[in-house]
């Protein structure tokens, strides 16, 4: 630490001097102000009847914000002495000074005290013009004008001469005299005293004894202070090329702190040449007139070689966390120039909104032609300037253990263009819950007012009615907010926002997919509030506000935070039993039921749950067979009849939401599997035990108090513990289960109060490629309400609904009840719904009694704009002309979804598609042990682009590594051995090259696996069928040529039996293969 110190005195009457004001500056190793200390020494009988002297004029000229006392000498001079001798150096104007501050303070360190003008430092003759007299008009201290500069002013000078001299650097070296050399403190007082009384003459005889002794020091310290610094860094630089390389002539950096931007140090330096001028090439020359005519610097002007430059600008560019330069173009010249991939952060300030027209005019002496001239160091400063106006802060979380909330609003600028224009956000601790940060911001507006086409102006009228923020208002460009966001966003662990809507605008915005736990999803009931506090908003009685609702989603989240809302899909497995009896003679009900819900890779335990449904009437209203169904039931499980715990629609509601969002669930066999996708009304892809070749016998003998005999009844939560054991010990296979989504229309009126779907159309789409599953349309039939029954405001929706669509309300259909509970499935077992807008959803729910858990996505706030279509082509309709169809109205829907993906998600919105592989092949066993493929057939299941083709291998063996099982492999296979022409040991190549891309392969059991395994490696996802359920057909070939007769077993025919049953049982949400068909078409021919 430096400090520099004046004050004033005066003498009493025997001639001793004291204090009357005392000016004080530390200074940090870089030379920047870090406090700023006035005292006004009083008698100490005036200590309480003074008050405390402004000195607002001070701050004014000195450009340093001070803080003053008074106090008496008794009281200050300890504390003083203290503080001063635990700087480095102490700077003051000349020797009498020094002398009075030793003898009046009791200074012990003399050696640091530095008189100024020893080293050329002269204070500036008085003038009665200098504007700095009326600085002090008002200060009733001063004593007269005639009286020359004040202690603070003198304060100030020193401070300015000392940043232009670079003494400081001296003194630094003087530590490395000191504590490097052994030199005594009188040795380098020595020094200085030598040569002429002038500063420079002084500094380049120091700078000479201090290179030739401890050069290699000073390099050291100065490079571990960069590291220990860990700054950021702000560089502009000018070259030219010499050939192909180029070359940095001139290079400004600063070096910053990151939060606060302020300058910690500079370097400013041009390289001289390496060679003469006439000895480059013409070419060279040439680039080198031009880069004159710009920056004018002369062949021949420099600070130091080139070596040296380029070995201190990598020391100081290589310790810094991020590099500010104007575009990316920069980070090329510099890669250029160091000749390597430069492994820093570098934050590119155009893209942020920094909108830099250079300088074409400069100070700076390395110049020739300062009128006309661009200088490095003028751009540097100007983005330091911008950088503190705009206040950006680029912070990087570590995804480790911390979770991100927010919340936001915006407007469309066009048709596909989003912007935020107000957000909120929490970065809170995973386990703790303690908020590390949050942030809360408004965006610029991205063009001027007058610039916005009408559409833009109808959207962001619509945005100001719920908002009310202004068009100009905001601080930070969208640019930078979409930046930082992205960065936030990609080291968090987990991303919380409110809903579907929102986690898709936040996709559009960013450009960028990422997985978000919505909390509409895990139970938050949140609805916006129309009244706010913050003042950015015009009314704060009609308007909503970001931070208000991020506060109380927070607030939600906190309360009920648990491992099971931070874990995505893709991290839990349900391991569910259940028991049950059947109902009206085909229809399954759960009685009892138990499940686990454990982490996919660890198998830890996150979430139990178990219950007994209610009955679904009284025991006497219940028909003989469903009593003998019961009578059954009772026997091995022991449920009283009026025995439950929860509602049977709750249970079904809650296990269609947790199997849709879980990535496997595992049941006791085909029959438990069978009997869960009838009670939920959709095939869930559940894996039993049977399918992994594990073998589970029911426990009987039990503890739980649901049963009346436990000696012998089965109970599920036993089976359900017993599963969790035997699946533990096992090495799981998974299979991928698509996530659906659903994209629905329809139509109906109310009655009663009570809405009415009457047509619906629905598509069901692949959640990651966007192809359509299933479309599903029609018209339900008769209400359970009877007409007679219905109300006069029922019966004019019910006739206004009959002219705007042309359907009767009492026109055949199929059941009512059955059609709605079907729909009501449907949906519950999706990922997503998409509808028009937030009406459609709330007509659903009322529809379908608040029974709905997916997450609900509105077109509308997507920027979908629909005006409905009064003609069809549907018959469902009676004046076609005039009549708007539920189904024209959801495939438009549907192409303006899919299009949007395509516009804003090639590349980021969606994922890479699967590829799944079936894949057959046999072969021999060679002499050294090892297993050699001989012929090999893999059939791409789901094609997606037109480079996705099958591939056919024969491969040939040498005949002398062949095995005495070379007979028995021809003799059973019929395979000619002059047709195998690929030679065995290109075969690895070309598998490792071929299944690389493959998210699936299927093989027919595991000693397959294995043997694959031993060509392409461990790594990837390989899956026999056979614990899937598959059992083989021997398929004899009649088209093959390899084969001598068409008696042997075809591996190519083979694959596509294990294709076919693998389309039917478990690939059904797979395209098509347009190629099965095709055979041999698609072979890939591989041949030496």
């Known amino acids: 630490m430096h400090i520099i110190f004046s004050f004033r005195e005066y003498q009493i009457k025997d001639g001793t001097p004291k204090l009357k004001d005392i000016y004080l500056i530390a200074l940090d190793e870089s030379f920047l102000v870090d406090y700023a200390y006035h005292a006004s020494i009083i008698e100490p009988n005036k200590l309480d009847s003074r008050s405390q002297t402004s000195l607002k004029d001070d701050y004014d000229y000195g450009g340093i914000e001070w803080e003053n006392y008074e106090e008496t000498y008794q009281n200050i001079k300890q504390p003083m002495r203290d503080y001063l001798e635990n700087s480095t150096f102490i700077y003051v104007e000349n020797l009498p000074q020094k002398k009075i501050l030793i003898d009046l303070v009791g200074l012990r360190c003399i050696n640091k005290i530095i008189c100024l003008d020893e080293f050329g430092f002269k204070r500036p003759q008085y003038s009665p013009n200098l504007s700095i007299i009326s600085l002090f008009k008002r200060d009733k201290r001063r004593l007269s004008r005639q009286e020359s500069y004040s202690a603070h002013d003198i304060l100030i000078r020193m401070k300015d001469w000392l940043e232009k001299s670079k003494l400081y650097i001296a003194t630094h070296r003087d530590i490395y005299v000191r504590e490097n050399l052994k030199e005594s403190p009188q040795s380098v007082h020595r020094i200085r005293k030598y040569s002429s009384s002038k500063f420079n003459s002084k500094y380049h005889i120091y700078q000479k004894i201090v290179r030739k002794h401890c050069k290699k020091r000073i390099t050291h310290y100065r490079r571990q202070h960069l590291i220990f610094l860990k700054m950021e860094a702000i560089l502009d630089f000018n070259g030219y090329f010499r050939g192909k390389k180029y070359k940095i002539k001139e290079y400004s950096l600063y070096v910053i702190r990151g939060q606060t931007y302020d300058v910690v140090s500079h370097y400013l330096q041009v390289s001289k040449p390496p060679k003469c001028w006439h000895t480059i090439s013409l070419e060279n020359r040439n680039n080198y007139k031009t880069y004159f005519k710009r920056f004018g610097i002369g062949w021949k002007t420099g600070t130091h070689n080139e070596k040296l430059i380029t070995n201190n600008f990598w020391d100081a560019l290589r310790n810094v966390e991020a590099v500010y330069v104007i575009n990316q173009g920069k980070r090329q010249l510099l890669e250029n120039y160091f000749d390597k991939f430069l492994p820093f952060k570098f934050i590119y300030l155009n893209d942020l909104g920094f909108d830099f027209e250079p300088q074409m005019t400069t100070q700076c002496r390395y110049h020739k032609k300062k009128e006309n001239n661009n200088c490095a160091g003028d751009n540097t400063l100007a983005m330091i300037k911008w950088l503190k106006k705009v206040k950006i802060n680029h912070v990087e979380i570590p995804g480790e253990n911390k979770n991100i909330l927010i919340d936001f609003n915006g407007y469309f600028l066009s048709d596909t263009e989003y912007i935020i224009k107000e957000y909120s956000l929490y970065i809170f601790r995973d386990k703790t819950n303690e908020i590390i940060s949050k942030d809360f911001q408004v965006s610029k507006p991205p063009v001027p007012c007058y610039q916005l086409d009408n559409v833009a102006q109808d959207n962001y009228s619509t945005y100001y009615d719920s908002y009310g923020i202004g068009w100009s208002e905001g601080k930070i460009v969208s640019a930078f907010i979409r930046n930082d966001l992205q960065q936030k966003l990609q080291n968090s662990r987990n991303i919380y926002v409110r809903d579907q809507t929102q986690k898709e605008l936040l996709i559009s915005y960013l450009d960028q997919d990422f997985n978000a736990v919505c909390l509409a999803d895990v139970g938050l009931n949140f609805v916006p509030q129309m009244k706010t506090d913050c003042k950015n908003h015009a009314e704060p009685d009609k308007n909503n506000c970001a931070q208000d609702n991020t506060s109380k989603m927070l607030k939600w989240l906190f309360k009920r935070n648990s491992d099971d809302y931070n874990l995505s899909s893709e991290d839990k497995n349900v391991i569910l039993d259940f028991n049950g009896y059947y109902f009206s003679y085909d229809e399954f009900v759960i009685k009892e039921y138990s499940l686990y819900v454990v982490h996919n890779k660890t198998s830890d335990i996150i979430y139990h749950d178990s219950g007994v449904s209610e009955p679904l009437y009284l025991c006497h209203q219940i028909d ?126 109310f009655i009663n109060d009570q809405f009415v779907v009457k047509e619906y159309s629905l598509y069901v789409i692949d959640d990651e490629t966007n192809q359509i599953i299933i479309n599903l349309s029609g018209v339900l039939g008769l209400p359970i309400i009877q007409k007679d029954n219905v109300d006069k405001q029922s019966l004019e929706n019910i006739d206004l609904y009959t002219k705007n669509f042309g359907i009767d309300w009492n026109s055949l259909g199929s059941n009512y009840g059955f059609d709605k509970h079907n729909l009501q499935t449907r949906l519950n077992v999706s990922n997503k719904v998409f509808v028009i807008d937030r009406s459609k959803h709330q007509l659903l729910l009322n529809c379908l009694e608040n029974d709905l858990s997916p997450g609900f996505v509105y077109l509308a706030d997507l920027g979908f704009k629909f005006e409905p279509k009064m003609t069809t082509a549907c018959k469902n309709h009676k004046e076609r002309s005039k009549n708007n169809c539920a189904n024209d109205n959801v495939e438009v829907m549907l192409r303006w979804l899919i299009d949007r993906y395509q516009r804003i998600g090639s590349g980021s919105r969606l994922k890479t598609p699967e590829k799944h ?117 021997q398929a004899e070939s009649d088209k093959c040529t390899p084969h001598e007769e068409n008696r042997g077993i075809c591996r190519i025919d083979h694959s596509k039996n294990m294709l076919q049953w693998f389309m039917l049982n478990i690939g059904g949400f797979l395209s098509k293969n347009d190629e099965i068909e095709k055979g041999h078409d698609s072979q890939i021919a591989i041949n030496n």
């Open 624 to 749: 003989e067979v469903d009593q003998k169904n019961y009578s059954d039931y009772y026997n091995d499980y022991g449920i009283d009849w009026g025995t439950g715990t929860r509602d049977i629609n709750f249970i079904k509601r809650d296990l269609q939401k947790l199997l849709r969002t879980s990535k496997n669930i595992y049941v006791q066999d085909q029959f438990h599997k069978n009997k869960l996708n009838r009670f939920l009304n959709h095939d869930f892809k559940a894996i039993s035990l049977e399918d992994l070749d594990l073998e589970f016998e029911p426990v009987e003998g039990i503890n739980c108090k649901n049963h009346k005999h436990p000696d012998k009844n089965i109970c599920a939560n036993d089976n359900a513990v017993k599963m969790l054991v035997l699946l533990g010990e096992k090495v799981l296979y998974p299979i991928s289960r698509a996530k659906e989504n659903v994209v629905i229309d329809f139509n109906g009126f």
């Open 917 to 1033: 592989i079936i894949v057959d092949f046999f072969g021999n066993s060679m002499k050294d042990n090892n297993f050699a493929i001989c012929k090999l057939s893999a059939i791409i299941a789901n094609k997606r682009i037109p480079d996705d083709v099958n591939l056919y291998l024969s491969i040939k063996i040498p005949a002398a590594d062949n095995t005495a099982q070379d007979d028995r492999f021809h003799k059973d296979n019929e395979i000619d051995g002059t047709v195998l022409t690929t030679d065995l040991e290109q075969l690895p190549m070309i598998l490792i090259d071929y299944f690389k891309t493959a998210t699936h392969i299927y093989v027919k059991n595991l000693s397959k696996q294995k043997l694959l395994e031993r060509y392409i490696g461990e790594d990837h996802n390989i899956i026999y069928l056979e614990s899937l359920g598959f059992r083989s057909k």
